[in-house]
Each structure stands twice: as structure tokens, then as C-alpha cells.
């Protein structure tokens, strides 16, 4: 039997409306698309390495929630409306993933995009985890399962 998945949604990341930020179903986390959203429902300021931070932080706040770190990622896709802008941030932007997942990188694919939900996101980022049984936080069922 198969268990129910269950969503996953930190209270430190925006409210979800209609999407989860996470899907947890078994010991495998799907993490959802995160543009580079404030708490304030805002897209950050300052360039696509500033909404690389936002973005890839809330990914990995969502990785967390779950009981997962950094180093349980197995695949990351990266949406992007400027290519030749991230390639030319990429030293800036290889800096940031270190600094907040370390040197470990999973499975990667960039994929450009004529636009993302938020008009002002230039980036949104997505992603796959196995997470060991052992530091799996499962997040209350909802109700009527």
C-alpha cells in the first residue's frame, strides 16, 4: 500500500493558495516550483543572484519542514526567463548554492522561459529528495484521510 502524500508547507514560507509547497509521499519529497518570494509575498530585489538566494532558500526551508538537508536532493530544475543572465552570475550564483547547501550538487537541468507566474521573477526553481526514513518528519494528515 502506497501511502497518502502529504503536503508540506512551512509556516515561515508564504500561505498556499491552491498548491503545496512540498508533497511528501513516502521517503520522497517533490518540492514545488519557489520563485523568489518574501514572507511578504514579495519577489525580492537586486538581480537574478538575489532571487537565486530567495528561491533556492525556500526550497531548501521546504526540504527542512520535512527533515531533510541539502545533501538528500537528488534532482533540481532550474526555469529561467534570462539564460544569459544566470550564465553570466553563474560564478556569483555557484557561490550561493555552496554557501547554503554545500559542495554537494544533485541532478540539474536549466530550462529558459518566456515568463513565470510573478511578472518580476527570473528565476523559479523546483526539485526532488529522498530523505532517510530515519530523519522523516511527516506533517499531520488532513483531515478526512
Known amino acids: ?74 534532482s533540481i530544475t532550474i526555469y529561467l526567463t534570462d539564460i544569459p543572465g544566470y550564465q553570466a552570475h553563474g560564478r556569483q550564483i555557484g557561490a ?9 550538487y544533485p541532478a540539474m537541468a536549466g530550462i529558459g522561459v518566456t515568463g513565470l507566474w510573478q511578472p518580476e521573477a527570473l528565476i523559479e526553481i523546483a526539485g526532488v529528495a529522498v530523505i532517510p526514513d530515519e530523519r522523516i518528519v511527516r506533517p499531520a494528515q488532513p483531515a478526512g484521510s
Open 1 to 74: 500500500m502506497n501511502p497518502t502524500p502529504l503536503p508540506v508547507n512551512p509556516a515561515t514560507l508564504p500561505a498556499p493558495s491552491g498548491y503545496s509547497h512540498g508533497t511528501l509521499s513516502g521517503n520522497t519529497l517533490y518540492l514545488g516550483g519557489q520563485t523568489a518570494l518574501d514572507v511578504a509575498m514579495r519577489i525580492v530585489d537586486g538581480g537574478i543572484v538575489e532571487q537565486f538566494r530567495q528561491a533556492f532558500g525556500n526550497v531548501l526551508t521546504t526540504l527542512r519542514a520535512a527533515g531533510g538537508v541539502p545533501g538528500d536532493l537528488v
Open 96 to 104: 550561493v548554492w555552496r554557501e547554503l547547501a554545500g559542495p554537494v
